[in-house]
């Protein structure tokens, strides 16, 4: 075998000959044969033949480490083209894994090539508009092999490679020299996509968009397989995005390239593009995140080949692990959760496999967890059938005035701060971090039944997360009074845009804002008031009131207040007339809202969660507590948020000053 020192020796050969512009002509006469063998040589180092295909040599590799510097050096000193490409291919050569699945021993490669500076001269020369194609695309392969240890992405990142990149995606489709470098760069994109600490930079740095041309052409020669893979990992979980529109074609591709890869098998066929089965499976996951996208795994089988994954022992737990993740956020749709729960031997399979109950504490999941919670989503599907089950079962020691908060770990910080702001005001909360005990999911469905507010902490990693979806769903279904907390600067989307509606939310971005804090408390503790006084069941017939005068509850439909301590403190005593609001029917809440008499107001109120009994009672106790005036204020900033009823305040503080007429009346009357 040709060993390292021969390559130095060749390399020592290149720098002496291949300093100036050219070889001589006579040079060439001499020693042209020579060049030639040498570039070949050096071009070739590396790599070996196994079943007619060139793979990595890791006997080379790992001898050559101390050669890293030499290669960058002739690539840098020597003007000889040929010289200058036979070295960045070697580089290439020498930090290409053995397979597409990293393994430690390919980091120590990948990282003395970085320390010698390969990173930095591959930059130089997508940068320099004097290098040529073939050069370009080595400086790619090396950057694409560095990318896909994922080691080094914040080098990647801070040397610019996004807008490089970029800028070769972009010439997709304007000549066909380009495609080298496109295929290139397309794998390099892929493998950072894969990354999902790359996403947000990544996206706003427009590789999206530059991804979704080639993903649509089903071009082989530009790995457009690829593309859609990267396209899923960025975008897959938005709702909006114009990439979604192509959805079928990229969940019936992926899933194709899925089974492929499973089989080590090349897609598309007859192409030469490998792909690892773990890669493939993230942009699954990510595709499947979107409630658009669900059913679209039933359609085109890709349900099917993920159980088939978990039945196959021989698979890697990664692998094991983002396929019972995916499969739990495909669970969400009840078609989805049914088809699976009819599956044969799945059920068995997950009674035998379920081990460590699952935490949302931790930002990933072991296998073990992962496969716990898809058991406990399937046999939860039916919330009806949870309920019944809960009734019967001991209840948890939790208080009857308790608050729930639901939140996802990367906030845990300013969800502490707000927890202890509650404690301190007297306030009964549920956070997993002081209260969880045995089966995880079991704790969070009990904490949920036995609390009468939740506190949804909303962000864009709550919205991605299936135990936060767990809890914001049965939150709902039960018909808990849900209040939206803002953490962050996302807006919401998708189901969690359609949970919290119009429902107006705290921005505790500043957690240490007394301000937000106590108008938050102030929220929390008139529902727990209001949950406290449970309003009386309607009679037959329904009564439509004759005036725009609410129903007046009389003292045997409504019992004396029984209040804990900490609420007995707020003034003023709320009349029985707002509390008798809870038996309102949706047309009595309209017909109140209809004597303010404008036309808006009443549209707005008849078309989201504002029209029901719950939200104009919480309105017309914030009035009580604030004021008219702060109510109207906070109706404003909603609607501005809205784009709706910007020039309506008047309108919105007589509203609200019906609402205070209407709950002090009768404390006047008593004092």
């Known amino acids: 075998m040709v060993g390292v020192d021969e390559l130095v020796d060749g390399l020592s050969w290149c720098l002496s000959h291949g300093r100036g512009e050219n070889i001589t002509a006579v040079a060439v006469a001499k020693e042209g044969s020579k060049l030639k063998d040498v570039c070949g040589f050096v071009s070739s180092f590396g790599l070996k033949e196994v079943d007619g295909k060139r793979m990595p040599d890791r006997d080379c590799q790992q001898k050559a480490m101390e050669v890293h510097s030499l290669l960058v050096g002739c690539v840098r000193f020597c003007k000889e083209k040929s010289i200058r490409y036979s070295c960045l291919r070697c580089i290439g050569n020498l930090i290409l894994g053995?397979?597409?699945?990293?393994?430690?021993?390919?980091?120590?490669?990948t990282k003395s090539a970085v320390e010698c500076g390969a990173v930095h001269l591959a930059m130089d020369i997508l940068r320099d508009l004097n290098a040529s194609i073939d050069e370009k695309r080595?400086?790619?392969?090396?950057l694409n092999n560095i990318a896909s240890s994922s080691l080094f992405d914040?080098?990647?990142?801070?040397?610019?490679?996004?807008?490089?990149?970029?800028?070769?995606?972009?010439?997709?489709?304007?000549?066909?020299?380009?495609?080298?470098?496109?295929?290139?760069?397309?794998?390099?994109?892929?493998?950072?996509?894969?990354?999902?600490?790359?996403?947000?930079?990544?996206?706003?740095?427009?590789?999206?968009?530059?991804?979704?041309?080639?993903?649509?052409s089903k071009s082989q020669k530009h790995k457009f397989v690829r593309a859609m893979m990267g396209v899923a990992c960025l975008v897959g979980e938005e709702e909006k995005h114009p990439a979604l529109k192509a959805s079928e074609e990229l969940v019936e591709s992926i899933t194709a390239a899925l089974v492929a890869s499973i089989n080590r098998l090349p897609y598309p066929p007859n192409s030469n593009t490998f792909n690892e089965p773990f890669n493939v499976m993230k942009s699954l996951f990510f595709l499947a995140g979107n409630d658009n996208n669900k059913r679209l795994f039933l359609k085109f089988g890709t349900v099917k080949v993920l159980?088939?994954?978990?039945?196959?022992?021989?698979?890697?737990?990664?692998?094991?692990?983002?396929?019972?993740?995916?499969?739990?956020?495909?669970?969400?749709?009840?078609?989805?959760?049914?088809?699976?729960n009819n599956m044969p031997g799945l059920k068995s399979f997950l009674q035998r496999s379920t081990g460590q109950s699952p935490s949302?504490?931790?930002?990933?999941?072991?296998?073990?967890?992962?496969?716990?919670?898809?058991?406990?989503?399937?046999?939860?599907?039916?919330?009806?059938?949870?309920?019944?089950?809960?009734?019967t079962r001991p209840s948890v020691s939790v208080s009857k005035s308790q608050v729930m908060l639901s939140y996802n770990w990367s906030h845990q910080e300013i969800v502490l701060r707000v927890n202890s702001y509650l404690q301190d005001h007297n306030i009964k909360t549920w956070i997993d971090v002081e209260q969880m005990q045995g089966s995880t999911l079991e704790a969070m469905s009990r904490a949920v039944e036995s609390s009468e507010v939740v506190l949804v902490f909303f962000s864009k990693d709550y919205k991605n997360s299936a135990n936060c979806r767990l809890e914001a769903d049965y939150a709902h279904k039960l018909g808990k009074h849900i209040i939206p907390v803002r953490v962050d600067s996302y807006d919401p989307d998708g189901w969690l845009g359609l949970l919290l509606g119009t429902k107006l939310w705290y921005d505790v971005q500043d957690a240490?804002?007394?301000?937000?804090?106590?108008?938050?408390?102030?929220?929390?503790?008139?529902?727990?008031?209001?949950?406290?006084?449970?309003?009386?069941?309607?009679?037959?017939?329904?009564e439509t009131p004759s005036s725009m005068t609410p129903k007046r509850v009389t003292s045997t439909q409504a019992p004396a207040m029984h209040m804990s301590p900490q609420l007995a403190l707020q003034p003023p005593r709320l009349s029985d007339a707002v509390l008798g609001i809870g038996t309102w029917s949706k047309e009595d809440v309209m017909a109140f809202v209809q004597t303010v008499g404008d036309h808006k107001?009443?549209?707005?109120?008849?078309?989201?969660?504002?029209?029901?009994?719950?939200?104009?009672?919480?309105?017309?106790?914030?009035?009580?507590?604030?004021?008219?005036?702060?109510?109207?204020?906070?109706?404003?900033?909603?609607?501005?948020?809205?784009?709706?009823?910007?020039?309506?305040?008047?309108?919105?503080?007589?509203?609200?000053g019906k609402l205070y007429a209407l709950g002090v009346k009768e404390s006047a009357a008593d004092a």
């Open 307 to 340: 159980v088939d994954i978990l039945h196959n022992e021989s698979n890697s737990e990664l692998l094991l692990e983002r396929a019972s993740a995916t499969l739990r956020r495909l669970c969400f749709d009840k078609e989805v959760a049914t088809a699976l």
């Open 154 to 216: 914040d080098l990647l990142h801070d040397l610019g490679a996004t807008e490089e990149l970029c800028k070769v995606l972009s010439t997709f489709a304007t000549d066909e020299e380009e495609v080298k470098l496109i295929s290139m760069a397309v794998g390099c994109v892929s493998h950072l996509c894969y990354n999902e600490s790359n996403k947000d930079r990544l996206f706003h740095g427009g590789i999206a968009d530059a991804l979704l041309p080639i993903a649509a």
């Open 601 to 656: 107001l009443t549209h707005l109120f008849e078309s989201t969660s504002l029209s029901s009994s719950d939200s104009l009672m919480a309105l017309a106790i914030s009035s009580v507590l604030e004021g008219p005036v702060a109510v109207a204020g906070k109706l404003r900033e909603f609607m501005v948020h809205k784009q709706r009823l910007r020039p309506h305040f008047g309108a919105l503080l007589a509203f609200s």
């Open 98 to 109: 053995i397979s597409l699945h990293v393994e430690e021993e390919f980091r120590l490669f």
């Open 360 to 391: 949302r504490k931790k930002p990933k999941m072991t296998f073990a967890e992962s496969i716990s919670a898809l058991a406990w989503q399937l046999e939860n599907v039916d919330v009806d059938k949870r309920k019944e089950t809960s009734a």
């Open 512 to 542: 240490n804002d007394v301000a937000v804090l106590s108008k938050l408390f102030d929220e929390v503790s008139s529902n727990l008031r209001r949950q406290v006084h449970p309003p009386q069941p309607k009679t037959p017939p329904k």
């Open 138 to 142: 080595e400086a790619l392969r090396i």
